[in-house]
């Protein structure tokens, strides 16, 4: 099954994504956590994309889908989460020529929430997995309870930084939700409590895909 997540920054795209991997035993593919690890690794492409990612705006399309591309091709034939990507109608169309798409999995979720959400997010250095401060914290302060990671606070996660991606986000997502919409694909999925357990969430998913 190859799905789409789609939703605000800190809608839980990515929480809900890797218990959706788990369940379906498919790949999680975060096009954020590839663009994040181009940046660490300070790749020439890498270098090129920085200024995109820490300011909160978009990676221009072809590089994205390059991206994209290159990570996705060993899944094609087993399946996928895709999240972070589409942002725009061109993605849309582009993803449109690489595979089929089964569902798209739209999060409705207040800024309220998602403000509440980033500002006490963190995610690991090491394998990527996601914590929150208040709602789901780690075992020990600092460290993260799959790989011992140290866990960080994302740039972007600053209040003036995660206006902005709310911002692009609400500007660029109203076309790529009718894009599904149209070709009856889109699920939605409607979250107005910060503190819900992910795993009902997870369940309302299963259901609607
Ligand atoms: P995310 O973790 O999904 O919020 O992505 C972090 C940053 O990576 C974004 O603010 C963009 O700069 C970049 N990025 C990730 N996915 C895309 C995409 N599909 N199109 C353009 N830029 C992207």
Same mark, same amino acid.
């Given at each position: 099954? +190859? ?6 920054? =800190?809608?839980?795209?990515?929480? *809900? ?32 994309? #920085?200024? $995109? ?14 991206? &994209? ?15 972070? *990507? ?7 169309? #582009?993803?449109?020529? !690489? ?7 739209? &999060? ?7 403000? #509440? ?11 990527? %997995?996601? $914590? +929150? ?7 020990? %302060? =600092?460290?993260?309870?799959?790989? =011992? ?19 692009? $986000? ?9 894009? *599904?919409?149209?070709?009856?694909? &889109?699920?939605?999925?409607? +979250? ?12 309302? !998913?299963?259901?609607?895909?």
């Amino acid at each position: 099954m +190859n799905i789409v997540i789609f939703g605000p920054p =800190g809608s839980g795209k990515g929480t *809900y994504a890797s218990r959706l991997m788990k369940r379906l035993g498919i790949a999680h593919i975060s096009t954020g956590d590839l663009v994040r690890e181009e940046i660490r690794s300070q790749t020439l492409l890498g270098k090129k994309i #920085e200024k $995109y990612s820490s300011s909160g705006t978009l990676v221009p399309d072809d590089i994205i889908t390059d991206i &994209l591309k290159k990570r996705l091709s060993s899944e094609l034939s087993k399946g996928f989460i895709l999240e972070g *990507y589409p942002r725009t109608v061109g993605q849309a169309k #582009e993803l449109e020529k !690489i595979t089929t798409i089964d569902a798209v999995v739209n &999060l409705n979720v207040p800024d309220s929430v998602i403000v #509440e959400r980033l500002s006490a997010r963190l995610q690991c250095k090491n394998c990527g %997995a996601i $914590y +929150n401060e208040k709602t789901m914290k780690p075992k020990t %302060a =600092g460290k993260c309870d799959k790989c =011992g990671g140290e866990l960080f606070r994302r740039v972007d996660d600053q209040p003036d930084v995660v206006r902005e991606r709310l911002k692009v $986000y609400r500007d660029g997502s109203e076309p790529v939700v009718e894009f *599904y919409r149209s070709r009856n694909l &889109l699920k939605d999925i409607r +979250n107005e409590d910060p503190n819900v357990d992910p795993e009902k969430v997870v369940d309302q !998913i299963m259901k609607a895909i």
